[in-house]
């Protein structure tokens, strides 16, 4: 079970910390892990993602602003979001895969398990 926390409505330029918490999963540390978001009318696309070694991977127009990390010892995903734009408001989807991956594909197919997401709404 994945559940999202921290989505919300802010003002552009600023910030929220996105949470999620992961259940029932066997070996959790060494999967991939990421997040998702998908806007109204458009497909889920990859906003971040970190293998079990800590490799990231970031789409190109969320790069130094946001940032993913990982608990391995709580189970617990996180995207630090700052600077953020109108443009970033959609749902935001955690997504851990099935098995550990080594430079996994930022690609919905790669992940097994997901969350049930949680609303960023970015105002300007």
């Known amino acids: 079970q994945l559940v999202e926390s921290g989505g919300g409505s802010v003002q552009a330029g600023g910030s929220l910390r996105l949470s999620c918490a992961v ?3 066997s070996y959790t ?3 991939s892990m990421g997040w998702f978001r998908q806007a ?3 497909e889920r696309e990859g906003v971040a993602t970190i293998d079990g070694d800590y490799t990231t991977t970031y789409l190109d127009n969320v790069k ?3 940032t993913i ?3 391995n010892g709580e189970d617990i995903l996180y995207l630090q979001m700052n600077l953020l734009k109108p443009d970033d408001t959609a749902i935001y ?3 851990v895969s099935s098995r550990a991956i080594s430079r996994v594909t930022m690609t919905p197919s790669s992940f097994t398990y997901w969350g049930q997401g ?3 709404t970015v105002s300007s």
Request: contains cysteine; glycine residues 14%; charged residues 25%.
């Open 23 to 25: 259940s029932g999963l």
């Open 29 to 31: 540390s060494s999967r």
């Open 40 to 42: 109204p009318g458009k």
């Open 64 to 66: 130094g602003r946001f």
């Open 69 to 71: 990390s990982r608990d």
């Open 93 to 95: 989807y955690c997504a």
């Open 118 to 120: 949680t609303q960023v």
